[in-house]
């Protein structure tokens, strides 16, 4: 927690600047980062973040998120036009827990990526009528099936939501473990900002959740004591498949290099984003050192992924003119780009509108890198079970 003292020196050097017609946007101390982000004219956010060498782009992405995180549990107008301060601080609050989760609490990409996590498995053409069946006896065109926060099916109304509100709502889904049902009131930072939804989630299993979008019908009651034993109850088998397959988030039999220790792949036009950092996600295992944790691997992606957008290939909030923007000197836009580690090697395509980040064992030779990766990509976007 900042010191009073330094939050309102930070707020001054910000209101200086802005006094002088000087847009203060961030700042570097000996070790931190500070950003300033202003929304609506009234509301300024300050972030404060150790040096992990992620660019403007990524703080503001995140700062967004939070403002928008803030944004579902007020709503808008709440929030911007409050002439209370102390209610406004006591309403900011409530969002708290959320933000936190956002910065620290998840595995999940989307406040990164700008994109929903999604879980593909063998299982999603039958999930997928057991799902619609749930939401016409809901009156609701919008569902999914979370499946360890992932999106492994939804109603074409799901998919259709910004970014923004999407990933919010799979948090949201996941911020009570202890929960197995919740109905909570939401805003939808895009779609619907100062009018509330209620968000129901139920929880078939442990790992397995299935949400729902309503307004004042049904209850929480109906929906957990009917409509869930009625309709689920049924597909047990298949639920529990779904879950087996959770941790590799891959359907079985995709044939993928043994080399390969994990990827990050995004759709950037649907706002999609496939994840696995499973070793020995190919048909074999042999001749793959363990030499990366499963937190290590997502840790390495994640990095790369930041050294890369924004600096390299292009984010979907990209601001001109945002620091180490090297895309403005170099006369072409930069489809591929790699990396070679002691441990490990990477690379990054940017194709059509699909971004793959690949985790390569050490040993593999850096002339395959390009040829293993475009095989990658075209092996997961074709494959009939990835729906991204």
């Known amino acids: ?34 950003v300033w982000r202003v929304y609506h004219d009234k509301i300024m956010l300050i972030l404060v973040a150790g040096e992990e060498g992620s660019t403007d782009i990524h703080f503001q992405n995140m700062m967004d998120f939070m403002f928008n995180a803030m944004v579902s549990v007020t709503g808008l107008d709440s929030l911007v036009d409050s002439k209370n301060s102390e209610r406004l601080k006591r309403d900011a609050r409530l969002s708290f827990s959320l933000i936190d989760t956002l910065l620290f609490g998840t595995e999940l990409l989307g406040p990164l990526t ?20 749930f939401a016409e006896a809901a009156e609701t065109q919008f569902a999914c099936v979370l499946i360890m926060g992932r999106v492994a099916a939804a109603t074409q109304g799901w998919w259709d939501l910004a970014p923004y509100d999407s990933v919010i709502l799979s948090i949201l889904c996941s911020h009570h473990p202890q929960s197995s049902c919740q109905d909570i009131p939401v805003y939808l930072p895009d779609a619907s900002p100062n009018t509330p939804h209620r968000l129901l989630s139920l929880k078939v299993i442990e790992g397995f959740t299935v949400a729902l979008l309503c307004e004042a019908q049904p209850t929480l009651e109906d929906v957990r004591d009917q ?5 689920w109850s049924g597909h047990m088998d298949m639920v529990h498949r779904c879950l087996r397959s959770s941790a590799r988030n891959l359907p079985p039999h995709v044939p993928l290099e043994p080399s390969l220790l994990g990827f990050i792949l995004i759709n950037d036009e649907k706002h999609r984003c496939l994840s696995s950092y499973v070793l020995g996600l190919g048909v074999e295992q042999s001749n793959v050192a363990d030499s990366l944790s499963h937190t290590q691997r997502r840790l390495t992606l994640t990095s790369f992924y930041k050294s890369t957008i924004g600096p390299m290939f292009p984010h979907p909030l990209h601001v001109e003119g945002s620091d180490t923007d090297l895309r403005g000197t170099i006369p072409h836009q930069p489809v591929e780009t790699y990396l070679c580690a002691e441990e490990y090697k990477c690379y990054a395509l940017h194709f059509n509108f699909h971004q793959l980040f690949a985790l390569f064992s050490a040993d593999t030779p850096t002339y395959s890198l390009r040829s293993l990766s475009y095989t990658t990509l075209d092996t997961l976007i074709s494959h009939p079970l990835i729906n991204i």
Request: overall charge negative; hydrophobic content about 45%; glycine content about 2%.
């Open 1 to 34: 927690m900042l010191p009073f003292p330094v939050i309102g020196a930070l707020n001054s050097v910000h209101l200086f600047a802005t006094q002088h017609s000087a847009t203060l946007a961030s700042t570097l101390s000996e070790d931190a980062k500070v």
């Open 114 to 133: 700008y994109a929903v996590d999604i879980c593909a498995t063998s299982e999603t053409s039958l999930l997928e009528p057991v799902l619609n069946e």
């Open 227 to 231: 409509l869930l034993p009625s309709i």
